[in-house]
């Protein structure tokens, strides 16, 4: 496994993504597996996407990035709610559709666990 990361903008502001071990055990802790996390996500019961799996692995992710960044810091940031991540993907959805917020988690899982090259972000 390898930290891979990505942005997301809300506001103007570039938020940092990163999925990495911290991320999958939040994951497995909620969700028992990543397969039931990513099968929630994308609908496959009930036909459309989980706004709470959604929001729950963006604010792991966001969260998870501005820990890291957080150790390096002065004055330390805040780590988002889950009412913040609703709004920030609120934001994304209205001007990209909430099945690329699917793509954008799944392709940073994806390249995590497959230990590739880093995104162009990191």
């Not at 996407?49 to 890291?68: G, H, Q, R, W």
Request: avoid cysteine; charged fraction near 30%; aromatic fraction near 6%.
């Amino acid at each position: 496994m390898k930290d891979i990361m990505d942005t997301l903008t809300y506001k103007g502001k570039e938020y940092k993504l990163i999925f990495n071990l911290n991320v999958l055990e939040q994951i497995q802790d909620k969700y028992g597996t990543l397969a039931k996390l990513l099968d929630e996500a994308y609908g496959k019961k009930t036909g459309e996407p989980s706004i709470k799996a959604l929001s729950f692995i963006i604010m792991s992710m966001v969260n998870e990035a501005i820990d890291i960044e957080n150790e390096s810091k002065e004055v330390p940031e805040k780590p988002i709610t889950q009412k913040q991540a609703n709004r920030m993907l609120t934001e994304f959805i209205q001007g990209n559709g909430v099945e690329n917020v699917v793509k954008l988690v799944d392709d940073l899982m994806a390249k995590s666990l497959q230990g590739g090259e880093n995104s162009k972000n990191e």
